[in-house]
């Protein structure tokens, strides 16, 4: 459903694939049918890493620069907060067991946010 590469998979708790790609789009795919519940189109450049956090919330990083947190419920989402810290594409995002987020860039920086 992609139409260029995809570059990173997350499965949500509620049994949800989700892809992330080069297209710039997230794709969240239907556990049962596989065809896609909800496509997510927030970024402008590839969309390099995907998670889901502790508390339910959706993650994504970009070569836009940005980190975007996402409310998902069902087929419905909404963009809670975008940040942008970085100054170059941004790989990789991850959760801290104390519930911050870290992340790293091509700007050769590892960021910690510890307010979300």
Do not use: W
């Not at 710039?24 to 450049?45: A, C, G, R, V």
């Not at 959760?95 to 920086?109: F, G, H, I, P, Y």
Request: proline content about 1%.
């Amino acid at each position: 459903n992609h139409s260029s590469y995809i570059c990173c998979l997350c499965i949500l708790n509620d049994g949800r694939l989700v892809s992330g790609s080069d297209d710039n789009s997230i794709i969240i795919y239907n556990k049962k049918t596989y065809q896609p519940d909800l496509i997510i189109k927030e970024h402008i450049k590839t969309v390099c890493c995907i998670i889901q956090l502790n508390s339910g919330e959706m993650v994504s990083c970009s070569c836009d620069c940005t980190i975007k947190l996402y409310n998902i419920k069902g087929v419905q989402y909404e963009v809670i907060q975008t940040l942008n810290y970085h100054n170059n594409y941004v790989y990789k995002v991850d959760e801290l067991k104390n519930k911050a987020l870290v992340s790293c860039s091509n700007d050769s920086s590892i960021k910690i946010l510890f307010k979300i």
